[in-house]
T-cell receptor, first 120, second 115 residues
């Protein structure tokens, strides 16, 4: 519905498994994001890929590793996760552009439906 | 440092009554402000944004928000609530000249509309 798709929608994995989350945007955007949404906590930005920057939140454990092969696809590779990693993982994309009046970068993020991850 | 606050965890409104979901922000310069809505088991859905111009911004599903620079607020409003408006609402702020990673989301307000 929003042009950003995520698969799988639900995932149950053990702590020793390796899995990957996939995100695809059909909006022609030039930036993509991974967020983690946990109950009772603010939305946490994990990774950003854009023409201007690649950002990694230093507080994200190394058991999460992103991959962005092109501007339309974003992956989140998971390995040896912990039960506290159970959450809703949201992908988003935006078209970042320079404001013609010199106000810097602008863009609106559009989100996918999320992957509900449960780590046992 | 920029920040955004949604002072109410929950807002309860009767169907047909006007609703307001509050948001205040702190940012250097003129902010970019956003509202998103999240329905159960879904991602965040963009509702509206303020960049520049008219302080009253109209968005999807009959929602609007008013940018008030003096009060540093961007409250979300709707004249007549529907039961289907029940959801989790997020305010977000981004400073001008900032990169894409610098958007900050509020903690969310759960809106409950009773029939």
């Amino acid at each position: 519905e929003t042009g950003v798709t995520q698969t799988p929608r639900h995932l149950v994995m053990g702590m020793t498994n390796k899995k990957s989350l996939k995100c695809e945007q059909h909006l022609g955007h030039n930036a993509m994001y991974w967020y983690k949404q946990s109950a009772k906590k603010p939305l946490e930005l994990m990774f950003v890929y854009s023409l201007e920057e690649r950002v990694e939140n230093n507080s994200v454990p190394s058991r999460f590793s992103p991959e962005c092969p092109n501007s339309s696809h974003l992956f989140l590779h998971l390995h040896t996760l912990q039960p506290e990693d159970s959450a809703l993982y949201l992908c988003a994309s935006s078209q970042e552009y320079r404001d013609p009046e010199g106000l810097g970068l602008k863009g609106t993020q559009y989100f996918g439906p999320g992957t509900r991850l449960l780590v046992l | 440092a920029q920040s955004v606050a949604q002072p109410e965890d929950q807002v309860n409104v009767a169907e047909g009554n006007p609703l307001t979901v509050k948001c205040t922000y702190s940012v250097s310069g003129n902010p970019y402000l956003f509202w998103y809505v999240q329905y159960p088991n879904r991602g965040l859905q963009f509702l509206l944004k303020y960049i520049t111009g008219d302080n009253l911004v109209k968005g999807s599903y009959g929602f609007e928000a008013e940018f008030n620079k003096s009060q540093t607020s961007f409250h979300l409003k709707k004249p007549s609530a529907l039961v289907s408006d029940s959801a989790l609402y997020f305010c977000a702020v981004r400073a001008p000249y900032s990169s894409a990673s610098k958007i900050i989301f509020g903690s969310g307000t759960r809106l409950s509309i009773r029939p």
